[in-house]
Each structure stands twice: as C-alpha cells, then as structure tokens.
C-alpha cells in the first residue's frame, strides 16, 4: 500500500506538475473489467455487474467529465463559474434533439417528423433550429458549437468588461436561470417542461439493448480519458502558464503585457466544449433531459464535486465527482429529503478541514510519511562511523 501511495503522489501531486497515465490505466482498466463482466458473465455469477449499474456508472463518468471542465477553469484560471450546468445542459439538448429525430414513425402519434410534443401541441412544421438535427454529424457539430458560442459571446462581455469574483459568478448563474426559464416555455420547441425523451436507438442500434448501454459507457470512459490527458497538455504549454499566471496574479500579467482577457475567453470556451460533450453523453444513458438540467443547484452541486476531490489537479475533480454521486445514490435511498443537508454538510467540513480536497490530504499524508522516514533516518545511529572511531 505504501509504495502504490508513493507511485501515485509520484504521478498526482497537488502542484498541477503531476501526470495522469495511472488514473488513466486504471480508469480504463476498471472500464472494461466491469464491460467484460456484464457481456461475459451469466447473471447468476458473483462477478456479474448489472446493467442498471453500467448505466449508472456511465452517468457517474459524465458528471465527471463536467467536473474536469469546471476544474480547469476554476481551478487553474480562478474563475469559479456557477453556470456550467446550463452548457452540459446545451449538448444534452444537442443530443436529444437528434435521438428524437430518430424515432420517425414510432411514436405515440405516429408522425415520422415531428416528436410527439409538437403534433400534441398541434406544431404544422418543424421548426429551423430542428432541421438537420436527424443527422450525427450535424448534432455532434451543435453539442460543441451551441455552448461554445455561448461561452464565447458571454466570455467577451464579461472579461473584456473585467468583471471578475463574485459578481462574475452571479452573473453565469442568472444565465443559467434564464435558460431554464426559456426552456420551460412550450413555444420554445424543446418539449417545455417535460423535456425530451422516450429514444429509440442510435446510429441504429437499439438503446434499451445490454450492448449499446457498455458500448455508450465505454465511449464515455475513453472520452473522459482522452479529455483529461489533453487537459494536463494544454495545461504544461504556455498557454497553461499564462493560465496560472493569470489565476495568481492578473494586474502583474496584464502588466507583463498579455492580453488576459483572451486566454481567459478562449479556456472559458474550451471548458464550455467539455461540459457539452458529457451532456451529450449522459443523455443516451439516462434517456431523457428537461429544463431541471438548467437548475442553479445542479451547477453548485459540481463545485462541490471539484472542492471535495482538490481544485486545480484535474484528476481530484473526477474523483471527487465520482465520489458524491455515489454518496448521493446511497442517501437519497436512505433519507432523500436529507441529502442537501449532507451535502452542504459535505462543503462546510472541507472547506474547513480539506481545503485542498481529497488530493490534498493524500499529499499531507505522503509529506508526514516522508518526514516520518526522514526522522528515523537521522535517529539511527551510524554504525560504519562508530567502529571508525573504536
């Protein structure tokens, strides 16, 4: 246990210079342990894994795919937003838009056009912004451009205004209120308050099938795994180091003569882009999304995911996103009505007592080992030294 502590604080330190091909190895490894036992194994082993579980495991993997987009721009940019919720929600929408187009004529109504909110809603035609999304390639195109432009637009207001802290913060989240009131809207033509949902399949293969669920959730993972190792990159380039510089210290880096407000509208965008993708990925597994996706909570909720694995490392956020998920599946079984309390609960303690995150205790942890090692280094006598002597 000891040397496997040592190997990965060797690869995860809490200063951002750690890499991340262990984490990697072994989310990979996990992914397809748990891909083989649910194809593999017959349903009355003890290392069958259910397919509800594949499901939920794919969803834990999108929320921390979103918690890797917070992380870098809170993280390392200090921009803490409280809107990313309103992006994954954006690629969700994406998605869904495309895998309703995919139903046709299988519908309750029958109408191989319109989704059955619209013919329920008496819609004659379907709207501009629905056309073309039957297509793959035109909706994997809107889940990165839709929130990236928005990023983009709302990025440039804000940073070339120089609005910074607190205020900022608000700001991303009236903007994800705004959304979720429009959304909720039936004129909109997102299917209002219940969302969209009830898929079929995609790319021709069957949703409801075991083969699609891993397939989707292994997609996941390999996304995940791919987004975190260009992260790290993006992060150790000049770019990154300007990224930091900006975070400690922004008067002294525009001082320098960096133009701060572009970095920070181009990462804004990038993390946007992140959080799209998971929500496109979460929506196939979960089988549906409506405006609650839009909700404030939701976007407080991954900050806390991303303080309790340990802001600014990139590999603490997922884990932290993977770790209050889980916790949340087990109280909300328990005592759903409790959930929030333990959750703000959750916060106040680390913020108190953790305010590094989990990653950070680990690396306390190894630093008091160390010393541990190095004090009883100095305390044993030198024995070469006292026969040189006698």
């Not at 940019?77 to 838009?97: E, K, P, Q, R, V």
Request: with cysteine; aromatic share 14%.
């Amino acid at each position: 246990m000891s040397s496997f502590l040592n190997n990965f604080m060797s690869f995860s330190r809490i200063n951002g210079e750690s890499k991340v091909a262990p984490f990697v190895v072994i989310l990979l490894a996990v992914t397809v342990l748990a891909s083989a036992s649910n194809l593999l194994m017959p349903a009355d082993s003890v290392f069958y894994v259910s397919t509800y579980t594949i499901t939920l495991l794919g969803k834990y993997l999108c929320y921390a795919m979103l918690a890797l987009a917070v992380d870098v721009i809170w993280g390392y940019c200090g921009i803490l937003s409280l809107g990313h919720g309103a992006f994954f929600a954006l690629g969700g929408y994406a998605m869904g838009m495309y895998l309703m187009r995919q139903i046709g004529d299988r519908g309750v109504y029958g109408n191989p056009e319109l989704p059955d909110f619209m013919v329920f809603l008496n819609w004659s035609e379907l709207p501009w912004f629905w056309q073309g999304m039957d297509q793959f390639w035109i909706a994997m195109l809107m889940v990165l451009l839709v929130p990236g432009l928005l990023a983009y637009v709302f990025g440039w207001l804000a940073f070339r205004s120089r609005v910074t802290g607190v205020y900022l913060s608000i700001m991303t989240q009236a903007l994800t209120y705004a959304l979720l009131l429009s959304f909720f809207r039936n004129e909109m033509g997102f299917g209002g308050n219940n969302g969209l949902t009830d898929f079929k399949d995609i790319l021709g293969f069957d949703l409801q099938s075991d083969t699609t669920r891993v397939t989707l959730f292994m997609m996941t993972a390999l996304i995940l795994a791919g987004l975190l190792v260009l992260s790290k990159k993006i992060m150790q380039t000049r770019f990154g180091k300007v990224i930091v510089a900006i975070r400690d210290g922004e008067s002294r880096a525009r001082f320098i003569g960096y133009r701060t407000e572009n970095y920070k509208v181009w990462l804004f965008v990038y993390s946007a882009m992140i959080a799209g993708i998971a929500g496109a990925l979460y929506v196939p597994q979960v089988g549906i999304i409506n405006p609650g996706e839009f909700s404030p909570i939701n976007s407080i909720e991954i900050v806390i995911w991303v303080a309790v694995g340990g802001r600014g490392t990139l590999v603490g956020a997922i884990i932290g996103a993977i770790l209050v998920n889980y916790a949340k599946t087990k109280f909300t079984a328990i005592m759903p009505d409790g959930w929030l309390f333990a959750l703000g609960a959750m916060f106040v303690l680390v913020t108190l007592y953790l305010p590094k995150g989990l990653m950070g205790l680990v690396a306390q942890l190894k630093d008091q080992q160390l010393k541990a090692k190095q004090q009883s280094v100095a305390n044993t006598p030198n024995e070469k030294t006292e026969e040189e002597r006698a």
